[in-house]
């Protein structure tokens, strides 16, 4: 599909958190989550394709449900936005689909920790323009034609390897290890939260290679891999939301043990 009408909107990069829980004092909860808006693209059809965003100065998820302090300006004010708000900055966790007729009046709010704040009222200026990689984020997995028309929508979890890059056209990216050593495996798995009532799970699997693998965490986005021949592997880390699937894949050489 093509897009028209593209500008740098927002320079802050999401921060994907997939540590384990840890204990924090029950202060440390009590800090603000700001409600921010991403920005907009709009299609030759006409349609108004948002996104909304939001950052958590909290060290742990924070759970606010669709009511007084987590709620959209103009009837539905539930429009599927997220309720369960993980520490760091996350964009593009709402994208929404708003007919031709759209006029820019639609604001979301969050309240926590006595800091209320709400999205810009002055949503279509042209300063809020997604440029090119941004309408790519948006676009991901909605086709604007056929989305339905006013709620968040929802879309595959998306799946990365932290310090290793995928290949030309695609092509796994690629890590080294001798035999013998446990190798880490840092992935990361991050979701917009929908369907609301679901689970994100996880898991490791080996789709090719000359010998067997063990996950030391076939569930976790992050593993230690343990291989019993030399060799290339091939693995994945898959991830499902319930209804939406996301992958990625990592080419593994093993070299024989020293």
């Given amino acids: ?11 802050l990069a999401a921060v994907v958190v997939l540590a384990g829980s840890t204990s ?37 998820p924070i759970t606010i449900p669709v009511g007084p302090g987590n709620v959209f300006d103009t009837d539905p004010v539930d429009r599927m936005q997220p309720t369960h708000f993980l520490p760091g900055h996350h964009r593009f966790q709402c994208v929404m689909v708003m007919g031709p007729d ?21 949503m279509l200026q042209y300063n ?32 990365r390897f932290l310090g290793l ?13 001798p ?10 798995v991050s979701d917009e939260g929908l369907p609301r009532a679901a689970t994100l799970v996880t898991e490791w699997r080996m789709l090719t290679g000359p010998g067997t ?8 986005p992050r593993t230690l891999a343990s291989f019993d021949e030399p060799g290339v592997y091939e ?18 050489t093993v070299s024989p043990a020293p």
């Avoid at 029950?26 to 059809?45: K, M, R, S």
């Avoid at 693998?213 to 976790?220: G, K, R, W």
């Avoid at 994945?236 to 080419?251: I, K, P």
């Fill in 1 to 11: 599909m093509n897009v028209c009408r593209c500008r740098v909107l927002w320079t």
């Fill in 24 to 60: 924090i004092p029950a202060v440390a909860q009590q800090e603000p989550i700001y409600a921010v808006y991403d920005g907009f693209l709009v299609t030759e059809e006409g349609l108004h394709v948002l996104a909304f965003a939001y950052f958590s100065h909290n060290f742990e």
């Fill in 102 to 122: 759209f006029d820019g009046g639609l604001r979301w709010t969050v309240d926590h920790a006595g800091v209320s704040t709400t999205t810009s009222a002055d």
């Fill in 128 to 159: 809020w323009e997604f440029e090119e990689r941004s309408v790519r984020n948006v676009l991901r997995d909605v086709e604007p034609a056929e989305a339905p028309r006013g709620v968040c929508l929802n879309r595959s979890p998306t799946v």
């Fill in 165 to 177: 890059r995928n290949g030309p056209d695609g092509a796994p990216a690629e890590v080294a290890a």
């Fill in 179 to 188: 035999l013998g050593v446990e190798l880490k495996l840092f992935g990361s």
């Fill in 213 to 220: 693998v063990t996950f030391s965490a076939p569930d976790e």
């Fill in 235 to 252: 693995l994945e880390l898959w991830a499902s939301d319930g209804e939406r699937e996301g992958r990625n894949q990592v080419a593994v």
